[in-house]
């Protein structure tokens, strides 16, 4: 399968203190990450060079018998190893706690954090971590913890395990599943990973899934709120930044680790596509709201297709008094014969327009239908797709490389919302 990524001049605006804001118009001049941001990264990791943080090799062991537990190996164990004993530096990707299934707001911040932590060690800044960190409530900051897939119908199926009986988790997901190709090789990698630990759970697929050399996975977070949290932890590890949503502050908070903005973007399948482009509507108008179903169904209809008809019937039947004068005036009176074609164009014309009109109320079902189904894949339950749709579900359908060819086609420094087609690539 092959991608084509076209950036839009969208951005995320949520309203606060919730996260379930749409996606609004927003002019950006410039859109890139300017070099600058980086000057904030440079000047704490001077800072945290001349301070070094203690050893704890209680700390250290806990961490790594918890990475040995979701299956990490050598290279992740001792990445991990190296934040512990003061010898990296950790990018924070935060990860919502308690839900099993990985989400594409999350699989964005992860790829954004490892974007991140290569540019910053090209700035030959050392070695640099990307570390999960399973630490964001279901709840905290409006997450209402949805992770789904869609149904060929157009349904969505929440398969966000919470914890519990995994083998009835492995019933309803092999149920819920969409039959692809891929199904079977998900099932089982799932199968394999799958822990009464939600959290664990999800550190064992994205293990499997993000294989690189530099990353870790920390054990979930206890108590109170993410942004406390962080703080607590910025002073056992080494942690220079953290990938964020929405837009970024103006100024960095002291003894706290740099904010960077994750990635956003919508995915476009093929029916979704092909959609847009009967219908006439731009992927901008939908995310910002400005498309109405109701209107959008009814454009490619005659407003009024009874009216139509009518008006089109009335000019043939004049047309046709007029043929009888015409004859009348060469002395002929087919009386009979002009009759029973009138009166047959009048009833050919009833049929078609009810047949007609029926065609245009099906038609017009058949849009909303279609409509719904685009507004409900590209904006569910009216928010960004990203933050309710599961990797699962492009797992599913595209296989397990659709992981590599979204991060080939992403742009970590672009702040614009991006959105990536799943169709041949015709051009960027």
Known sequence: MSYRVEKLPLTTARSLPGRSGTMARIPLRRTKLPKSAFANFQILARRMARNDIPHDADLESAYLAWLRQAG???????????????????????????????????????????????????????????????????GEQGDNGQCVIMQRSGEFEDVGFRGGDTEKYLKLLRSSLPGTGFSALLLDQIARAADTDPDLFKARLLVKYFEDDCLAVLPPSEGANFEYNLRRLFLKLPLLGRITQGPLAATVPPGEPV???????????????????????????????????????????????????????????????????GVDDLGWKPATEVRNALNNFDMGCDRLKARAMAEAAREIDTNRKQLGKLFQYLLPDGRPQQESVSLFHYLDFYGPDFLSG?????????LRHQAVYLAPATGT
């Open 406 to 414: 979204l991060r080939n086609v992403l742009q970590v420094d672009d």
């Open 72 to 138: 990490a190996g050598k290279r992740q164990l001792d990445a991990l190893r190296s934040l512990t004993r003061d010898e990296a530096l950790a990018i924070v990707v935060p990860l919502v706690k308690g839900v099993a299934a990985p989400r594409m707001d999350e699989v964005l911040r992860i790829v954004a954090g490892l974007e991140l932590a290569d540019q910053l060690r090209s700035r030959r800044m050392g070695k640099v971590v990307t570390l999960l960190w399973p630490a964001l409530e279901v």
């Open 259 to 325: 904010p960077f903005p994750g990635i956003s973007a919508t995915i476009i399948e093929g029916k979704v596509e092909s959609w847009l482009q009967k219908f006439g509507l731009t992927l901008e108008e939908v995310l910002a709201g400005e498309a109405k179903a109701e209107e959008v169904a009814r454009r490619q209809v005659p407003e009024d297709v009874g009216a139509a008809i009518g008006a089109a019937k009335e000019k043939a039947l004049s047309e046709i008094l007029r043929f009888e004068l």
